[in-house]
């Protein structure tokens, strides 16, 4: 580690004092326990030869600060020691608020969390005109909140109603945003960015205060009132036992309004005691989950900037609109151009709103050209086979796509099921044939199976996992087996949900059970959205591959025999309005007792064939995959974490149970014994 200061203070003959952080030997800058007290070190200078005014900026070209470092978090033993941390880096802040001039935060790229708050701490923030800003606290999606004054600075600044909001969803802010609601000063073009904040020191206007009725908002014969509301509109999207953070942040605002010392007094006890439960360990683990997919994805050999797709169905589609949208050239390919209309105005629907510049709008939908004949696959990087699932099919397409294809552009299929060395068998090169698995919605799944056959060289895999990163996708490297990971731990959970349908069980119990479980919607509701006839095609051939006999599913067959597939068709399980389930009241109904153990054992008991199996390399990556694959309930840390902090040997007893009860299909996988957990 670089004994190089992280801080440089540097004085001119103006007076104005210029704080830069660039942290040594890192890509980007984040407030750990040394940093911060190197600030504290910086800020003793300041007060003992006061500027005219100080500057901070940031030395790195990725952005000002991402915020605290998260490495920390996971450290802590005990309240007691998460609150010192915690409260040091807050007195920290109140320093820097109190010193006696102008201060600015010249915001470039990120702004989140803690460097949020540091800038929060300044009198002034002033930030670039650029689509790479970006200002946030998120720290809600890791099972905390705000912890160095940000629940009290962000209330006074833009008023509780703007900064609850910012608190509770996460989500950060544009530039533009961020100025219409008061959090920066100023926006001003990325090259003019340092002159402005310069200016803005030396001649400091009236600092910025929230409308009045912002500012009522938080008195206190108002505030029981507004909570109310508040907790309402959370409770709608999670439960305070799953994911306490939210509700935190409530009460703190609740209690204090934003007011006095009490109020960093009671963030920093509240962070303190939330660092310690599961789901902020578990929300953690998550975190760096993703980080460990995302470092999968290397640099290709060669150039990845054309991609032709091949299938204008709604995967086909949607994966060839959001290749245009991260900026390559893409190339869609069906029967007929009737086939591609619809994907190409669903993509410029979509780039419609995700854009929110028309130009750079009409660049995307540019970017991607309808080509009937296959026209660009001589000249295309990656070829992505997004047809139906039928193994002779594909076959015969890669017959007339290889001939045609540059020696070293990866061919790629979408296969959600069927196995890579089934689909190789004719191609003059099996070695160059690699599954990339999206999954739906595209847009909206960040996951990516990165599927290897037994012949598929490894050179073709990098490039896959590289391919995956360049879209800004979760790669999951996983072997060629039935259903891939995703997929076949989903099967058996949905299967059992159709199971209990099928006893009488309500359609609403069932998927409340899995909601309440943490799930992001239930696997009736799911089966929906994928369609019924996929659901029914994937666990056929799953089940046929494991040599499995597939569930008597009388209800399904009627579906399908009536054309009711889901979503798509308005009608499946449910009946579907405006892209939204109908579901009935169950009355008074109850589920069964052991409805939620039939369906999350049935899907943790497949995770750990899977694993035994040898799809995935480790238990974290089948984690990994499971939460960004399917949403599995984050906050558990992902089925096997789950199972293990349950106890394996109550997990394994609750299978014996249960397959007494329901049959052989609970029998707990003989991988169980390799699962490490009390």
Known sequence: MSDA????????????????LDKPGASTNVLSKPVLLE?????????????RALLIRSGKASGFIAGADINEFVTFTNVDEAFELIRGGQKVLERLEALPCPTVAAINGFALGGGLELALACGYRVAADDDKVSLGLPEVQLGIHPGFGGTVRTVRLIGATQALDLMLTGKPVRADKALRIGLVDRVVPRAELDAAARALALHPPAKHRPPLAARALSFGIVRPFVKRAIERQVAARVRRDHYPAPYAIVDLWARHGAHGEAA????ARSIARLFLTDTSRNLVRAF???NRLKSLGGRAPGPLRRVHVVGAGVMGGDIA???????????????????IEPALARAREYFGKRIRDPAAAAAAGARLAADVAGNGVAGADVVIEAIYENAEAKQALYATLEPRMQPGALLATNTSSIRLEELAAKLADPTRLVGLHFFNPVAQMPLVEIVRGRQTRDEVVAVA????????????PCRSAPGFV????????LQEAMLALEEGVPAALIDRAAVDFGMPMGPIELADVVGLDVGEHVGAIIAKELGRAAPALPTLAQHLVAKELGRKSGHGYYAWQGGKAVKPDPGGRQAPEDLTDRLMLALVNE???????GTVEDADLLDAGVIYGSGFAPFRGGPLTYARARGVGAVVGRLQELAKRHGSRFSPDAGWSQIGGA
């Not at 960093?264 to 963030?267: C, H, K, P, S, V």
């Open 5 to 20: 200061p992280s801080w440089t203070l540097q004085r001119d003959a103006e007076g104005l004092a210029t704080l830069t």
């Open 39 to 51: 600030l504290g070190a910086c800020i003793d200078a300041l007060l003992a030869d006061p500027p």
């Open 264 to 267: 960093y007094d009671a963030e």
């Open 288 to 290: 760096f989950l993703q």
């Open 321 to 339: 609109a959001w290749c245009a949208l991260r900026g390559l050239e893409v190339t869609l390919q069906d029967r007929e151009m009737k086939y």
């Open 465 to 476: 996992l590289a391919f995956a990163r360049r879209i800004d996708k979760l790669p999951l």
């Open 486 to 493: 995703v997929n076949r731990v989903l099967t058996p959970y």
């Open 607 to 613: 995770c750990v064939a899977v694993l035994r199996e």
